[in-house]
Nanobody, 124 residues
Framework: QVQLVESGGGLVQAGGSLRLSCVSS????????MGWFRQAPGKEREFVSS????????HYADSVMGRFTISRDNAKNTVFLQMNRLKPEDTAVYYC?????????????????WGQGTQVTVSS
């Protein structure tokens, strides 16, 4: 089992920045893919970004490319999502996910474990 705990969400004005953290514990995730997804009220959960623990291959949704940066700290079993130039449309609950055999990192079904989510609200 893998436990994921997100933090770092909050209320920020448009144009501001936030950094989300996701700490993993339990089973080793050194060969996992870690993903960030978000879900706004009334909308489906959507892919934001992912990173492979080994090798560091990254993916980004088009909507966040150039504004968000995913990174990892292997020693702390933590994945970060640095979010800059935030927009009101970035408002959502952000979820961290982990998967051991992810061949489609942009697909939510590919992930085995999920955190509880952290709210990000961007005011205009």
């Amino acid at each position: 089992q893998v436990q994921l705990v997100e933090s770092g969400g909050g209320l920020v004005q448009a144009g501001g920045s936030l950094r989300l953290s996701c700490v993993s514990s339990g089973r080793t995730v050194s060969n996992y893919v870690m993903g960030w997804f978000r879900q706004a009220p009334g909308k489906e959960r959507e892919f934001v970004s992912s990173i492979r623990w080994s090798g560091g291959i990254k993916h980004y949704a088009d909507s966040v490319m150039g504004r968000f940066t995913i990174s990892r700290d292997n020693a702390k079993n933590t994945v970060f999502l640095q979010m800059n130039r935030l927009k009101p449309e970035d408002t959502a609950v952000y979820y961290c996910a982990a998967g051991g055999a992810v061949t489609s990192p942009t697909r939510a079904y590919a992930y085995d474990y999920w955190g509880q989510g952290t709210q990000v609200t961007v005011s205009s």
